[in-house]
Each structure stands twice: as structure tokens, then as C-alpha cells.
């Protein structure tokens, strides 16, 4: 059987069975923030187990890209190593939601295995949660298993949980023994790979709650999972799972690159880098695809690390030039078919990664050659030293675990708790040098708190909370809660301080009988810190007067409506696959940073500005929950707004506000302010596109008075073009007559026509 027909009739035995086949979820689970990548099938049904969504079916099965290669679930180590570990695999799932349980689940994963693929069914063994009676007896009924091939193990085996917290509860596997005389009892969940899980069926009954509390949840409900690859291999009779169909044409792609053979060896290093190279091409056009994007932090660092990793394996095979890139197409063509949206995005993948392998492959030669010149130093020692490892780190952008990699093909080890106390001692520093610099600004006689400063405050107690009352209110009275210097924090006030991108608020800030310049406005912590143009000497207690600089503030909110109107409609133009890498939100103008690896042509630029001056135009409301009682928990939030949008990395609180501009183009989670109605930001226009990194992109806007100033500068701009034209017009006839004068005593000028002011062209040059 082919890996597409192991698929198909695992689809078709469910679909029989009652079930509705459903498409993959993306890797990338923007809407879940407790999750890095789609690590498990049961993932999108998260919320129907907690009882906080519903789906049309009480069934469902299908067949889910996953990747595990960080937090709960990490496989990373073994990759390329063994024969059945991955960053990215395929998991086969069927799912009850509160419909059958164990009879059916246990039943049917029985059948499928000994009867539809006629497995030895005294090569398989059932292993079921400690205390889990009712799996062992169900077990027991099974045709031709064994009581003796049924093993209890504790919650380390047996308790499957998704992540730190969510839907979790007691499990069943199934383990195939490949022994040659099926002696491999001993060795089931013991990490031999002749002894393996295939198929794990989990008895959903519990909620991880992150206080670590377990609670029952309204139904009870089946999750299964079976390793793709791992019963690929079984069927298909192969040792290992590179060996079959789904990994082989790119194995094969990769030798022929590095211009070398396969030959299955375990543990030749030319073989691991071809299946570890393997692996990892997957995890990166899989995720790429699907949104995500090699960057510094959170899941852009799992990937960059990855792709990074990938290509230090290419050196070992002697591939100093990208090479990755070239190995985009030979996965799609193995998976394409099951994933058409990688087919439909493998150009993107391919500029993504090849734009990353060449910013890398600068740093990996010089990383290689230090590491070289420490290793070569080290005589009889075999630990590569933690603070040189630190250094590549923080000097050269040499990942960590390139570092402990390298180091161990050579033999070498590396303190792995002294480089994470180095880690921690950089992190004190940077933050005690900042609050150091900081008292000595603050406190050091005439010098004023800046708006960076005043970001790090030391809140002495708690209840230097400061309330926001500025979605609804420009003005207010408030009591000070503490004054020091140039700053005041008051009790509540309408100043919005700078968040997601937003600039601070200004204004009049007055008291004692005096009145300040509010001239930005900062958080830290949960204080609103007010920065005021000179030392104010106000104390705690008394009533100040707050009045925020409405228009300042009118043309901001257009910039951030803006700014989710754009968001959508570069989504729309340029693809699903696009996310907010960062943005900047000021009165004159606006800034959007986004995943995209090419230059956007003009004609597209003009749809995306199109398509917000329809918004303009039809005058939408915007609808903001300004009432923090209205606040959603983020379940709250999807449940009630299906296509909100939500970024990995992004650290929402309890409760989310929703800002929704037409529910059908663009709902977010945010902060601030905004425009009440859609036409109060006059006119969009895209002023500047430029690449701000490897696959990073950024558009500065304008809107309403930014749009006008923009234009007015435009015209004066062609004034002075008029202006410069005309003198040098005159210029040139000046110099004409009086060539012509001193040529002909009859003033008429000998050569060429006198010139006419449509000849004149100025380059950039003349200016
Ligand atoms: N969620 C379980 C697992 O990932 C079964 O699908 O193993």
C-alpha cells in the first residue's frame, strides 16, 4: 500500500463508521496563544471537549499536520537519529465528542489494525492507565488479544495531556513489537525502536485549569492518534521510516544535491544529515505554509532554529550554498496532494527559506570557524568551555543548540547550566544597568525622567494601579497617587499610554494652581505614568485636572483604524498566509510591518489602498467594547467571533477587548483607541513599501490630516518644481541671448531654435 492509501482507507473506516472527514487544522494555531504549533489532532476541538464550542457532527476523523519540537511534546533530539521521530508528522485521528467511549474506540482501532490490515494481532500490545479497569476488560474482549499482552503503566504513559494546561485524561496505546521472535514485552515504552506506539487512544474526561487543577468536563469524549509515518513504515514493511514512500523522494533529492548515496545506515553521518535535512524540509515548508515565519522569538525561533539547524547538516554533506530552498519542491510533491496549500504556497516557502540560508550562511561560517579555534585549543579537556558557547550566542547568533550539536559529533560536551546562568546573569544586568542609569537620571538632581524612563518606574505597591478612562472621555478630575519629578500618576485618567504600538497621549495636566504640558504618556506596570514638561512638585492626594489633546488624539484613532483595515486588505490582496509583525500608530502617520518576501508591485498596492477607502467610503461603525465588564476570556472571544485575529507571541490578559470594524472583514483583539465610524479617517494612501528584513515588510500610511499634509506637501513640492523650472528657463534664454548677441550683431541667435520650455527636462540631479 501506498502512504496515500494507508490514509484513504483509514478515512474510509471512519467515514463508514459514522464519522465526518474533516481538513487538517493549520500548524500554526493563531487562535489558541497556549500553544506554539499544532502538536496533536485534537487541537481544533479543543473548545467542543471544554464544552465551549460545537461543531454540525458528534463524530469526526482526519488526517492533521503536527509538529512537536517544543514545550510538553519535543522530539527533537531523536530526529534523523532513530528510525520513527519527527518535528513534523501526520497523525491519523477519529473523535467522539460525548458520543461513543472506550467500547467503540478500543473496538474499532482493534479492527482496523488486525482485520482491515491484517496486522498480527499477537505482535500488538495494549497498554492502559494504572487504574483504568474498564480499558483492560474491553481489551480483554478483543479477538486474539491476549491478557497477557495487556499492560498497565502510570500517568507518565498513560495520562495524555496537551500542553501545560487544556483537555486531558487517562489513554490507551498501542505498541507494535518488531522483534524477530516478538519477545519485546519487556521493551514496550522503554524507547526502542523495535517496540513502538502506534496508535494512542485518550478517554477525554478532564480540564488542566493553570493552577494545575484537575476538573471534569461536561461529557466525555474520544481523542485518537496514530503516528502516519510509524504505521507507514509497518505497512509498507520497512525497518524505519525513511525508508518509506513518504520520505524516500526526498532522501534521494538530497543525495543527489550533495552529489552522494543513501545507504540506510543508522548511524553514518552523511546518512543522519540526509534524514535529519529530510525532517526538518518538512517542519519548515509545513509551517511556512501555513503563516508561520523564522524570526527571534517564540515560534519564529523554533523555526528559524530549525532551518538553521538544517543547514549545518548540509555541511556535513559538503552543501555550502543554500540549498534548503531546492528542497521545498520535493516535499510538496510527496504531500501536495493530501495538503494543497502547500502546493499553493510553495514559491513563498522556497524565497523564505532561501532568504534565511543566505543571511545564515555568513554567520555559520564564522560561528563554525570560532568554534573551530576554541575546540582546536581546548588539548586534552573534552568540555567545549560554556562561556565560549555563550559568546557565539550573544556575539554571532550562534543558536544554543547548534553549539551542544557541533560539540557533540566532536566529542565534546557542554555545561548546559552554566550557559543558562550565564543567560540569567546577562538578563540582571541588562535590566539592573537600565534601573542603575535609570536612578541616577531620575534622581540625580536636575536631569527629568524621558519617555523611556519613566517605562521603568518601579511601582512601590500595589495599588499603583492607575484606571484608563480615556475610550469614552478626553477629560477628568483625579486624585495623585504619586508625583516624582516630571511624572504624575493619578488614580484614573483619560491619557492613553503607549501599548501595541500606539504612541502615549499628550495634553494639559493642571493642579496646585499651576498647569503642565502633558508631553507623552508611558506605562509600567499597571500605572499610567503622565511625563510632564518640568518637575511639577505636586504630591499624593491632590485633585488635578486631566485634559487629553483631542485632536492629537482624533488623528491617531484614525491611524489605528487604519492600521486593521490595512491588516485585512493585505490579507486580501496578498494572501491568508500574511500576520502583523509589528506596527506603529502615531498622529501623522502609521506604520505595519508584515510577513512577505517580495516587493509589492504598485498595481497590487493600489488594491490594498482601494479596498480601505471602500471601508472609508461606506461609513462603517466601529464597534470597540470600551467597558472592561464587556471584556471576553479569549474562548469567549472566538466563540462569539469566529475569524477574530489573534498572534502567536502576543501576550493577551484574562480578558480581551474586541475591536470589530464589519464583522465579516476585520474583528481584533486591542487596546486602542479608535475612530467611531470608518469615515472619519478621510483617505488612506500607502506613501512608502520597503523590506525591513529577510522576509519582513513594511508599509508606511497615511490618513485624514496626515493625508492632507501629505498632499500639501506634494503641491508645494511641485511649486518649488514650477519655481525652479521657471529661473531655469529664464536662465537658459538669458544665455541664449546673449550667446546669440555675441555671435550676430543682429541679436538673432545663429544655432538651434531658442529653447521652449517643453524641452527642458530636470533630472534629479538639477535639484
Ligand atoms: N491526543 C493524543 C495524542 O496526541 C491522541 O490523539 O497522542
Not at 478500543?106 to 487504574?131: C, H, K, M, N, Q
Not at 472609508?616 to 470597540?624: D, E, G, Y
Not at 507571541?649 to 472583514?665: L, M, N, Q, S, T
Request: contains cysteine; proline residues 5%; negative net charge.
Amino acid at each position: 500500500m501506498t502512504s496515500h492509501d494507508i490514509r484513504e482507507s483509514f478515512l474510509d473506516f471512519f467515514r463508514s463508521r459514522g464519522h465526518a472527514i474533516v481538513p487538517s487544522a493549520p500548524v500554526i494555531p493563531a487562535e489558541d496563544p497556549t500553544l506554539l504549533f499544532t502538536n496533536a489532532g485534537m487541537n481544533q476541538f479543543k473548545d467542543v471537549f471544554l464544552g465551549t464550542g460545537k461543531r454540525p457532527y458528534a463524530r469526526a476523523a482526519d488526517s492533521q499536520k503536527c509538529i512537536r519540537v517544543s514545550g510538553k511534546h519535543n522530539d527533537l533530539e531523536e530526529v534523523g537519529r532513530d528510525t520513527y521521530h519527527h518535528t513534523f508528522f501526520e497523525m491519523l485521528g477519529n473523535w467522539s465528542f460525548g458520543d461513543y467511549y472506550k467500547e467503540e474506540a478500543i473496538a474499532w482501532a482493534w479492527e482496523l489494525l488486525t482485520r482491515e490490515w491484517g496486522l498480527d494481532p499477537s505482535r500488538l500490545y495494549a497498554t492502559v492507565f494504572d487504574t483504568d479497569d474498564e480499558a483492560a476488560a474491553i481489551w480483554r474482549k478483543q479477538r486474539g488479544m491476549d491478557e497477557r499482552r495487556i499492560l498497565r503503566f502510570a500517568k507518565k504513559d498513560n495520562f495524555w495531556e496537551m500542553g501545560e494546561t487544556g483537555p486531558c485524561g487517562p489513554c490507551s496505546e498501542i505498541h507494535i513489537d518488531m522483534t524477530p521472535d516478538a519477545s519485546g514485552a519487556p521493551l514496550v515504552n522503554a524507547g526502542d525502536p523495535r517496540v513502538m506506539e502506534i496508535w494512542n487512544l485518550v478517554f477525554i474526561q478532564y480540564n488542566r485549569d493553570e493552577r494545575g487543577n484537575l476538573s471534569p468536563l461536561p461529557a466525555r469524549h474520544v481523542d485518537t492518534g496514530m503516528g502516519f509515518e510509524r504505521i507507514t513504515a509497518v505497512l509498507q514493511e520497512k525497518n524505519s521510516n525513511y525508508d518509506t514512500d513518504l520520505f524516500m523522494p526526498i532522501i534521494d533529492g538530497i543525495a543527489a544535491m550533495a552529489g552522494r548515496r543513501y545507504h540506510r545506515s543508522a548511524d553514518s553521518p552523511p546518512d543522519v544529515a540526509m534524514r535529519v535535512i529530510a525532517d526538518h524540509a518538512r517542519m519548515l515548508t509545513i509551517s511556512i505554509a501555513d503563516g508561520g515565519m523564522p524570526s527571534n522569538e517564540g515560534r519564529g525561533y523554533v523555526i528559524r532554529r530549525i532551518l538553521r539547524r538544517a543547514s549545518r547538516f548540509g555541511r556535513n554533506l559538503g552543501l555550502h550554498e543554500p540549498f534548503l530552498h531546492l528542497v521545498v519542491p520535493l516535499v510538496t510533491d510527496v504531500l501536495g496532494g493530501q495538503y494543497p496549500e502547500i502546493s499553493a504556497r510553495r514559491e513563498h516557502c522556497g524565497n523564505i527559506i532561501r532568504g534565511e540560508e543566505e543571511s545564515f550562511n555568513v554567520t555559520l561560517d564564522r560561528g563554525l570557524e570560532i568554534f573551530g579555534s576554541v575546540a582546536g585549543r581546548l588539548g586534552r579537556s573534552t568540555e567545549f568551555p560554556a562561556g565560549e558557547a555563550f559568546k557565539l550566542y550573544d556575539t554571532f547568533g550562534f543558536p544554543f543548540d547548534l553549539t551542544r550539536l557541533i560539540a557533540a559529533e566532536k566529542g565534546l560536551s557542554v555545561d548546559e547550566a552554566r550557559f543558562a546562568a550565564l543567560m540569567e546573569r546577562q538578563k540582571a544586568q541588562s535590566r539592573s544597568g537600565r534601573s542603575g542609569r535609570e536612578t541616577g537620571q531620575a534622581t540625580g538632581g536636575s536631569l527629568l525622567y524621558t519617555s523611556e524612563t519613566a517605562r521603568r518606574i518601579e511601582a512601590p505597591a500595589d495599588d499603583r494601579k492607575s484606571e484608563f478612562t480615556g475610550y469614552d472621555q478626553l477629560d477628568g478630575t483625579a486624585a495623585v497617587r504619586a508625583a516624582d519629578r516630571n511624572v504624575v500618576v493619578v488614580e484614573a485618567t483619560p491619557f492613553y499610554a503607549e501599548s501595541g504600538g500606539q504612541v502615549g497621549d499628550s495634553g494639559i495636566l493642571s493642579g496646585s494652581g499651576q498647569s503642565f504640558v502633558v508631553v507623552d504618556t508611558q506605562r509600567s506596570g499597571d500605572m499610567i505614568v503622565h511625563l510632564l514638561d518640568r518637575v511639577c512638585g505636586l504630591r499624593p492626594g491632590e485633585t488635578v485636572e486631566l485634559r487629553v489633546d483631542g485632536d492629537r488624539r482624533a488623528e491617531t484613532a484614525s491611524n489605528h483604524t487604519a492600521t486593521h483595515l490595512v491588516h485585512e486588505a493585505l490579507r486580501r490582496v496578498l494572501g491568508e498566509q500574511l500576520h502583523q509583525q509589528g506596527s506603529l500608530v502615531a498622529p501623522d502617520r502609521l506604520r505595519f510591518d508584515f510577513n512577505h518576501h517580495e516587493k509589492i508591485p504598485p498595481d497590487k498596492i493600489r488594491a490594498i489602498e482601494n479596498i480601505v477607502n471602500e471601508k472609508i467610503a461606506l461609513r462603517i461603525p466601529v464597534h470597540a467594547l470600551n467597558d472592561p465588564k464587556e471584556w471576553l476570556t479569549i474562548g469567549e472571544a472566538k466563540r462569539r467571533y469566529p475569524n477574530v485575529k489573534m498572534f502567536f507571541g502576543e501576550k493577551y490578559g484574562h480578558r480581551v477587548r474586541i475591536v470589530e470594524i464589519d464583522p465579516a472583514f476585520s474583528v481584533e483583539l486591542c487596546g486602542g483607541t479608535h475612530s467611531r465610524i470608518t469615515s472619519a479617517l478621510g483617505f488612506f494612501k500607502i506613501v512608502s513599501e520597503s523590506g525591513i528584513s529577510s522576509g519582513v515588510r513594511r508599509i508606511e500610511a497615511v490618513t485624514g490630516a496626515g493625508f492632507r499634509e501629505y498632499i500639501e506637501a506634494g503641491i508645494a513640492e511641485t511649486g518649488i518644481l514650477d519655481a525652479q523650472l521657471e529661473t531655469l528657463l529664464r536662465e537658459g534664454e538669458e544665455l541664449a541671448r546673449q550667446l546669440g548677441a555675441a555671435a550676430s550683431p543682429s541679436g538673432q541667435p545663429p544655432g538651434p531654435a531658442p529653447i521652449a520650455p517643453g524641452d527642458i527636462s530636470i533630472g534629479a540631479a538639477d535639484l
